[in-house]
C-alpha cells in the first residue's frame, strides 16, 4: 500500500533525500545496482546543494566570528 496520495509524489520528487534514501535502498535492501538516472538526480542534487551552499557562505563569510 502507498502511504502517499498520487496527488502528492510530484512534489515529493523536488525532496533530495528522497532520491538519496531511494539509492541506498536499492544497493542495501535489493541488492541492487540503482540505475544511472537514479545515480544522475542523486550527484546533481549533491553538486547543486554544495554549490549554493559554496555561494551562501562566501557571501557571508564576513560576517562569521572567528577566535583564531
Known amino acids: 500500500a502507498n502511504l502517499i496520495p ?3 509524489l510530484s ?3 523536488f525532496n533530495p533525500l528522497l532520491h538519496y534514501i531511494t539509492l ?3 544497493i542495501l535492501y535489493n541488492n541492487a545496482f ?3 538516472q537514479l545515480w544522475a538526480i ?3 542534487m549533491a ?3 554544495t ?3 559554496l555561494v551562501v557562505y562566501n557571501k557571508l563569510k564576513s560576517n562569521f566570528v572567528s577566535f583564531y
Do not use: H
Open 42 to 44: 542523486t550527484a546533481g
Open 6 to 8: 498520487a496527488k502528492y
Open 24 to 26: 541506498m535502498r536499492e
Open 34 to 36: 540503482p540505475s544511472l
Open 11 to 13: 512534489i515529493l520528487k
Open 51 to 53: 554549490i549554493i551552499g
Open 47 to 49: 553538486l547543486g546543494i
